[in-house]
């Protein structure tokens, strides 16, 4: 007996060497610590002495100077907007969508959405990014983009009340998300979710459709609520109700919600929210930019709310990098409180990891580094001078770490990035679509 | 005479390819332009098919596929406070200080701060700082690290009315600030200020001593101003007088002071530092980290103040990363007034060039690319995900690049990072000092 449990455990990848923050319930580290990942999922976890000799994996990756942690969830975005990057900033909400961003839409295609999702891919890939939550048209190619580039994702279509340029009338809208429910049901990658708009741009009866829609397939219902003060005020004015109390009145509060911004709420709003388990998205930079306001997230979290971190679209933000969410999201609110413990390093990338995960439905998959979890996972290079001297790493990981600092990353077992190169794309099949696109959007 | 025209002119180098922008008064730009350099200086700036057969380089340096642009400005930072990034996040002000900053600092040797500059220069260098202006103690190894480091530097020891770990008692304070003056004048990197700590921690007899040493060299008086509401209390509480109110009954609000933060400020203080044409650094992060409050930048700016940017020290932001000072300048002044046509990109990246340039003195030397001035100049590879596509590369410079998108940099003619390698500096040896010194301050 002694001999076979000697003998060492087949695996398709160890990754080993660095410091592993696993982020689980008792913040387990080990340094140098290892990851045994098989069939998609994490084997074990611990000190790399001990696993080292114990398995024999089909490949091995050198996590040496790196730190390995849960991959980060980008939890609100609409990819396809990278082909709008700076095509119009510091201008008010309206000049800027009227004028700008929805003449470049209306030129919108298939094609387009697959391109710009892939750049995004690319771009989150390149970041530290491993899952993602979509919100735009053609949805589908989103979907595909993302499945393309081995990227998790959660996507659906926009619904509102008027014609899409995409699906049409909004019947078609609902057909064409409950297709997609069926099509990608099952797939390792890609789930889909019921996406009405937002509060202003959707009935109550389509609202409640959608509700019903997510319910009948239990998935994920997400909508822009909140937003700013202007769309309360709306909201106020046409109902005679907030927005929170609003989707409440229509039974549409519940724990697969994810609403996204929150940014304008009352201590009556943040109550709803918490009662009925709602999943918030923070989008700090986009909420700064298009001067929304700062969403209550001291108070949120204080009221158990679960709490996700997003970048929003690159029009409004104008990029898709959660380390620079992290560092926003963990000063911005020590003014707006006035209060520097408050969103400590440790809090926040709980947000960007175990938050997402639990936002996005997938609290039971990722988000952590356990046995039996997805094997969803990025190592992070600190050896470099804005990373050095290395007091607290989670500090390093939320105030001083970039994008860039990324040097591998596996989503669902399989290295999508290696020294920094991606594995899954042709990076500059991707940038010549990306420019031969920002061709026609300029003419 | 026509063939003497044609005989192309010696240089030392010519940066050639890319876009470059000079951002001097017409904003040219030329696409591809190219940058020719001699004897520290700008020969000739303009399209790179002109200039190319008009030079005749020692060397040339491609920036195909980048922007080109004046080298950033860190107006305000303590260089050497690297060595303690990530030792105590997430605090009140005073317990951050007494608790862990200032017993760190009572191990403070002049070691520490050269190699600890010197881990700061390796930051800046690698992301498009060509010019830092410093406050800290043991200031001749400041400029002697910044020498060594190819970096243009203005510093000066830190002075205070109690005894200095470095220098004793402030008499010796003032005379070891005038040997440096002395000793520095005429070099071409580094130059010397005189800079009283703060408010609450000089005497005004001691404020006036140093502006009388400041004005009989000609050089700059820093320092700490209106940094939050508690120093403005404790002011009024002390002399009957807010902040600049007080300083300007010294007779030391001019154009050589520069105010470091102006975050707590009426209008009263506002129309005075604009009276007196005084220089303010604005240290967002910082201001945010320690929940200090957000600086009346936009206002500032309209009373015809001018106005730089700083990182303030890496234990209170925690990196030295002006692409995200620049980010979260634009964005963070949107939602403080609730415009978002406030701060708009090429307003905060002339902060962050021109602006730092005037505010240390530099304004016809640096902050510009233009014939005749000092050749500190970076590319930023723009071949990239977050990058593509490009409409306004001002927008991308402001709100998408990041301090890994600086391919190369030029200092005073110098190249000091080229292809990303740092050319002055041994990476290692400084990282390997940097880790030795945090196993003492750990200890």
Not at 110 to 133: H, K, Q, R
Not at 294 to 305: E, F, S
């Amino acid at each position: 007996m002694k001999s076979a449990h000697q003998q060492p455990q087949d695996c398709d990848l160890l990754i080993t060497g660095g410091l592993v923050l696993t982020l689980d319930e008792q913040d387990r580290r080990f340094d140098p610590g290892a990851v045994a990942i098989d069939l998609g999922k994490i084997v074990d976890v611990g000190p790399a002495a001990d696993l080292g000799p114990r398995f024999h994996p089909a490949a091995t990756l050198s996590a040496a100077g790196c730190v390995v942690l849960p991959g980060l969830i980008n939890a609100h975005t609409h990819a396809a907007m990278t082909l709008f990057r700076g095509l119009a900033d510091d201008l008010p909400l309206m000049d800027w969508l009227q004028g700008h961003i929805f003449p470049a839409e209306r030129k919108l295609t298939a094609d387009w959405v697959y391109w710009g999702t892939l750049l995004a891919c690319a771009e989150m890939i390149g970041s530290g990014i491993t899952t993602f939550c979509d919100m735009y048209l053609f949805e589908h190619r989103v979907a595909e983009a993302a499945r393309d580039a081995g990227m998790r994702a959660l996507v659906g279509e926009v619904l509102y009340d008027f014609p899409s340029p995409h699906y049409g009338p909004i019947d078609q809208g609902l057909r064409f998300t409950e297709d997609l429910i069926r099509e990608w049901h099952g797939h390792p990658l890609v789930r889909i979710a019921v996406e009405p708009h937002a509060l202003y741009t959707c009935s109550p009866e389509l609202l409640q459709r959608c509700g019903d829609l997510a319910a009948h397939h239990e998935v994920p219902l997400i909508t822009h609520l909140s937003e700013n003060q202007a769309e309360v005020d709306q909201i106020l004015a046409r109902y005679g109700r907030r927005p929170v109390a609003h989707l409440a009145e229509l039974g549409l509060l519940h724990e697969r919600l994810i609403a996204d911004h929150c940014v304008a709420l009352d201590q009556h709003d943040i109550d709803l929210l918490a009662e009925h388990r709602v999943q918030v998205v923070h989008n700090a930079e986009s909420n700064l930019k298009l001067a929304s306001g700062i969403a209550p997230v001291p108070r949120l979290l204080a009221a158990g709310i679960n709490v996700a971190l997003g970048t929003d679209g690159c029009a409004s933000n104008n990029d898709l990098n959660l380390f620079g969410e992290m560092d926003t999201c963990a000063k911005l609110h020590k003014v707006a409180t006035l209060d520097p413990t408050t969103m400590a390093a440790p809090t926040v990338l709980r947000l960007a990891t175990a938050g997402g995960a639990r936002a996005l439905g997938l609290g039971d998959s990722v988000g952590t580094l356990e046995p039996g979890r997805l094997a969803d996972l990025i190592a992070v290079d600190f050896q470099q001078p804005h990373l050095t001297p290395v007091y607290d790493p989670v500090s390093h990981l939320v105030y001083a770490a970039g994008p860039a600092d990324v040097r591998h990353s596996v989503i669902g077992g399989r290295v999508v990035l290696k020294d920094r190169v991606i594995q899954t794309l042709d990076l500059e099949e991707v940038l010549h679509h990306a420019r031969r696109i920002a061709r026609i959007v300029r003419s």
